[in-house]
Each structure stands twice: as C-alpha cells, then as structure tokens.
C-alpha cells in the first residue's frame, strides 16, 4: 500500500497523468504537456454525421473553459486531439474543414488564416485517407504558432505562424454554426465524461 502511495505520488510530480476519459472507445488523458506546459481536459466528445460516429475529439487548455469566448481568449498553449473512428476521404475531410471555417470565421480572421488552411488541406489531401485509429492534434503555442502532428509524429509541415489560424480552426467546433452541437456541448466541458484508469 505504501509502495503504491510512494508510486502516485512519484507520477503526479513527474507530471504524468494515469487518469483518462473514455470517448467513442478512445482514452484521453486528462493532462497533457505542450510547449512544456500542463494542460487539462476542458472536454470532449464525438462527431457524428447522420447515424455514423465519424470521430472523437478532446480540447485541451490551461484552465477548463465553458464558453466558445473562454476558450479562444484563454492565454497560453492550446490542443485539440482528433481520433477517427471511421475511414474519411483525405479531400473530403479537408474540403469540410475548410467549409466549418468559412460558416464561422470573421471575414478577417478567415483572410489571415488561408495559409493554414491551405496547409492543413494538403496534410489531408496528400494522406488520401484517414482510417480507423488515425489520430492528429494540433497545438497552438503563442509566438511559435500551430503545430500538426499525425498519429503522435511532426507531420511534416511547418508551424502555421498565424494565430488566427487556430482561433477559425475551434470556430468549426465552438463556433455559431458548429459541426455538431453534442460535439461543441462536449469540447465546452458541458457533458459529463466517464473517468477510467
């Protein structure tokens, strides 16, 4: 029992979070470091189109974050955590993302955020197809910009510097016209989440 205690005790200072959320069968930690800074799960949920679950998704912040207002005037690093749950035309799932950003981007914030979608589409494009168990995250650190990693790796592109880019990127989620209102209830942490080990 000791040792046990002595072990917790050890991870929580080490920063390593045992604890997860169970999403759509996928477990997301609770804590996550980016850019060497902790983050909490602010929420999470899944994206369904028609009756197909098509992905789960985790929002990570510096301090959870209730309101789409929140999340994007919150300081410091940022992550969102995208698992597929279903195969997705590389194409189609860029050309989505591109369309959630035009229905809920300012007209500026969207003009300085075109190298980062254009980016991103290509990401997509040039993977054909994300499968089943495909996972990518992108995460925002001021004054380097928003990184992309696929299935736990740089994905090869470099950081998009414009902050905006992140900001039109949670307007597809968070925004007035969401991709999915569970999903955007869930990212805001409105909906509660089974905690597993």
Known sequence: MRRLLLLALLAASLGVSAETVEVGKVKFPTQVDVAGQRLVLSGAGIRTKA???????????????????????????????????????GNELGKLFTKGMEANAPRDELARSVNGILKLSELFAARKALVEGDFFSVDYVPGVGSTVLLNGKPSGIEPIKE???????????????????????????????????
């Open 163 to 197: 902050p905006e880019f992140f900001t039109a990127l949670m307007r597809i989620w968070l925004g007035d016209k969401p991709a999915d209102e569970d999903l955007k209830e869930g990212l805001l942490g409105l909906k509660k989440l089974r905690r597993s080990n």
């Open 51 to 89: 009756i197909f679950k098509v992905y789960a998704a985790a929002l990570y912040l510096k301090a959870p974050a209730t309101t789409t207002e929140a999340v994007l005037s919150q300081a410091g690093p940022k992550r969102i955590d995208i698992h597929m749950l279903r195969e997705v035309d």
